[in-house]
């Protein structure tokens, strides 16, 4: 009897499904292999694909001052509006609602910016993790479909449908939750 | 609480004016009671001005047509304490300003005088006593009171903000009111040195800087702009030089028209040009009456006034 190496077991029965079981096989080991290859080796890329779309939306350098002066004046005139002395001489005037709007204006347009790129980065996010979740389902369809054609049930079968399931399932929770904190939003 | 607002870090404002509307956000703490103390504001005081309503719309540019003599003032026995004192700020004060007059209020500091004006500009309430208010010998409500008065006071506001809000402070419906505007500013003597309206104010937000003489004079821009029945200068004078000091209270003068006014000073000799003068102590009014008849009286003013003048006399050897 022949002594194995646990590494040269694992690639005799590789090899001993890849003879029975080609499309099985493909879809188990080849498929995923590629799939992680490539995330390997494209995450850069892809990350950067990502970053330019959403910094599309963000702002560039002059919106970043405005916004920046817009900041501290806001800031400014929250103090200046808690002062006795501005407050006394603005009820005075009756001037302190005027101030009191601008101050609000600024806070207003600030936070519509802030939650328009937000919203903007959800959007992305969702797409991506829809043609995603798209990816799998088309996979599994493949996958049944072969099953249904063979007649029969394999463990290979099996596995691959579990393998399948997993992430759906992960992806269609991370669906939810990011819809739901898209309306909340 | 209803839903996220926007106004997630409001000041206090929002929330007393609409405690159901505006929710604060976790970890942006709301304006305490500790945090308004912090800008030297009594919370009541707040709530106070807060609950003074505001209608810039109200502010009539036709006041001095319809009524040319000014408001009247009447104070019986009024006594007021600060929330958080224990002894009365203003005890027992008894005095009539009539329709058109020139006032003066002099007395150390801390000895009411402010606080006075304060209660006169409708923005105190009497702990005791009264105060009332006469236009055309009708009476007017308190919360009334300021849309028919102008006031510079000593600590006047200085917004880091465009000249043109600094002045239309006066009257916000003059906002857009270029040439009233810049009127405004030339009486106060103050076009010297303003020569865009649309100018920022502070170098911290890239805007021009301004001298204490020269803010002194935009905040008696911002009074020349609004029509009103009272004007009333609470000692806007103590940071400028005699020079200054002299023009302003000129300005002050020429401010208040045939219109009733009340100034608040330290420099008795300003005092000589007004109708009635009352001498404060220890927020009591110890002497009133016309410069002559308070010099006659040899008193506390005469006192003070005296050494004033040797002061002067001294200062203008030195010189």
Known sequence: MRNYSNLANIFLLLFNILKRSPVVCILTIIVPLISGILTFFTFSAQSNLINTIVDSARLNMNEMIRLAFEGRMAEYLSNSLKDAPILRELKVYSAFDFFKGIWSDFVLKHYKRRYGVRKYEIKVGMILAIIQTTAIYVILLYLLDKMNESDQVTVGGISVLFLALLPIGGQIMALSLVQFVYRRI | ?319
């Open chain 2, 1 to 319: 609480m209803g839903g996220k607002s926007i106004y997630g870090f409001s000041p206090i404002f929002f929330i007393i004016e609409h405690p159901a509307k505006h929710d604060l956000v976790a970890g942006e703490s709301p304006v305490t009671r500790a945090g308004l103390e912090q800008n030297h504001m009594r919370y009541e005081d707040y709530q106070t001005y807060l609950s003074a309503e505001e209608d810039p719309e109200e502010t009539s540019t036709n006041l001095l047509k319809t009524h040319p003599v000014g408001l009247g003032i009447t104070i019986e026995g009024l006594t007021f304490r600060y929330p958080t004192n224990e002894t009365d700020t203003l005890k027992n004060i008894n005095l009539t300003i009539k329709p058109g007059s020139k006032v003066a209020f002099v007395g150390e500091n801390g000895s009411g005088k402010s606080t006075l004006i304060k209660m006169i500009l409708g923005l105190y309430k009497p702990t005791t006593g009264s105060i009332k208010w006469y236009l055309d010998n009708q009476e007017i409500e308190a919360n009334q009171v300021a849309k028919y008065c102008r006031v510079v006071f000593q600590d006047y506001t200085r917004l880091l903000r465009p000249v043109r809000e600094n002045v239309a402070i006066g009257d916000m419906t003059k906002l857009d009111d270029d040439l009233a505007l810049m009127n405004a500013l030339e009486s106060a003597n103050a076009n010297d040195f303003i020569k865009d309206l649309d100018s920022h104010i502070g170098p911290q937000f890239g805007g021009i800087d301004l001298s204490g003489g020269q803010w002194q004079r935009l905040a008696t821009g911002r009074a020349y702009l609004r029509e009103s029945l009272l004007t009333v200068f609470d000692e806007p004078t103590a940071a400028l030089d005699p020079n200054s000091e002299k023009k302003a209270f000129e300005m002050f003068i020429n401010l208040g028209g045939q219109q009733t006014s009340i100034i608040i000073t330290h420099r008795l000799y300003m005092a000589k040009f007004v109708d009635e003068i009352y001498m404060f102590r220890n927020g009591e009014i110890v002497e009133h009456g016309t410069h002559e008849e308070l010099i006659r009286a040899k008193g506390e003013y005469e006192k003070m006034f005296t050494q004033q003048a040797s002061l002067y006399a001294i200062q203008s050897e030195v010189v």
